[in-house]
């Protein structure tokens, strides 16, 4: 049974900082890109980070570019998303998600397995 887990959410006031983590259980971890969704009230969930499998490729939405952070530690299962100079727009929840044609895509629609998110609240 494949297993996608996030933490590290929390409440920061803006211009702060959070590194969220992703562990995944159940599947070969190295075989899957890995992507970081957001969705806010109101809005639809948004594609803003992934990474693929050998850490050489990496995207992001252009609302995170320069702010945001992906990684991997493929021997732990685990994928960061290192979160500086967060805005109040940057509150929503964050949702880690796998996907096994490892293309690295920020379309929900390539990805299999979803965790069920963390919550990040930035204040003004």
């Known amino acids: 049974q494949v297993q996608v887990v996030e933490s590290g959410g929390g409440l920061v006031q803006a211009g702060g900082s959070l590194r969220l983590s992703c562990t995944v259980s159940?599947?070969?971890?190295?075989?899957?890109?890995m992507g970081w969704f957001r969705r806010s009230p109101g809005k639809e969930r948004e594609g803003i980070a992934c990474?693929?499998?050998?850490?050489?490729?990496?995207y992001y939405a252009d609302s995170v570019k320069g702010r945001f952070t992906i990684s991997r530690d493929n021997a732990k299962n685990t994928v960061f998303l290192q979160m500086n100079s967060l805005k109040p727009e940057d509150t929503a929840m964050y949702y880690c998600?796998?996907?096994?044609?490892?293309?690295?895509?920020?379309?929900?629609?390539?990805?299999?397995?979803w965790g069920q998110g963390t919550q990040v609240t930035v204040s003004s």
């Open positions: 998600a796998a996907d096994r044609w490892g293309a690295c895509a920020l379309s929900e629609t390539a990805y299999n397995y």
């Open positions: 990474i693929n499998w050998t850490r050489g490729r990496m």
């Open positions: 159940g599947l070969t971890f190295v075989d899957y890109a």
